[in-house]
């Protein structure tokens, strides 16, 4: 099954603060998949984030295979974004001993536009990270990581 | 789904349930129509609605009854593995 594509996307930006959030949650979550939300502002294409919202793993079972956010904690994220001027760019999520590569499941329940971050967390420490996002085809392709000048 | 509504984030309906909103919001943005509806003109499974913190499956579904100053969101399942 393809899952990914070659299409280009302008790119992402983490700030440090964010990196450090989302990181601390994927170690601090292992073996189990953390998950949360981040935000910023897209310009030119390139998205620049800065802040995050982490938010439980509501799922019940294989909570190291598979994560889900509650509707409320979607609601706290359109709050967030609403209040603090800032665009709800995407959700992050980890891969505990597997790497940052969307599974056939990411894709199945993946929504357009947002940039998924995934962190791979080998033996309880963050290993590397990646971005995808749906192209118009409905695959993943990489976003880059596209540091500011 | 912005992209599809000139970039609102939020849309103010004098609907009085659940479906006469949606009805309106969808009349105002066709094109979100497409994303928020399927074939039978259903809310697409992914999606949900709530009146406020409660959702509509636990209240009246679409016939939930609004008032003035309701506020009624649209939620994407957000899920991954």
Redesign the interface.
């Known amino acids: 099954m393809q899952i990914t594509s070659k299409a280009i996307f302008p790119g992402i930006n983490l700030s440090e603060k964010a990196k450090k959030i989302i990181f601390e949650d994927a170690q601090k979550t292992y073996p189990h998949?953390c998950?949360g939300f981040f935000f910023g502002k897209q310009i030119e294409g390139r998205r620049q984030i800065t802040e995050v919202l982490v938010v439980d793993n509501s799922?019940q079972e294989?909570r190291a295979?598979?994560?889900?956010?509650t509707?409320?904690d979607?609601?706290r994220a359109?709050r967030k974004?609403?209040e603090e001027d800032l665009d709800l760019l995407g959700?992050y999520?980890s891969h505990p001993d597997h790497p940052a590569i969307?599974?056939s499941?990411?894709l199945a329940?993946?929504?357009p536009?947002f940039s998924?971050v995934i962190v791979s967390v080998q033996k309880g420490e963050v290993n590397h990270w990646r971005s995808w996002q749906l192209d118009e085809g409905g695959l993943f392709a990489e976003e880059k990581e596209r540091h500011n000048k | 789904m912005r992209k599809f509504t000139e970039n609102n984030a939020s849309f103010d309906s004098t609907g009085n349930t659940v479906q006469a909103a949606l009805a309106d919001l969808v009349g105002t943005y066709d094109l979100l129509g497409k994303q928020l509806l399927n074939e039978e003109g259903k809310l697409r499974s992914f999606l949900k609605v709530y009146v406020g913190d409660e959702d509509i499956k636990a209240l009246d579904g679409v016939d939930t009854a609004l008032k003035e100053d309701t506020v009624l969101s649209i939620i994407p399942a957000i899920a991954g593995g």
């Open positions: 998949e998950c799922v294989n295979r598979r994560f889900e956010i509707a409320l979607y609601m359109e974004a609403i959700v999520h969307p599974s499941h990411d329940v993946a929504l536009f998924y």
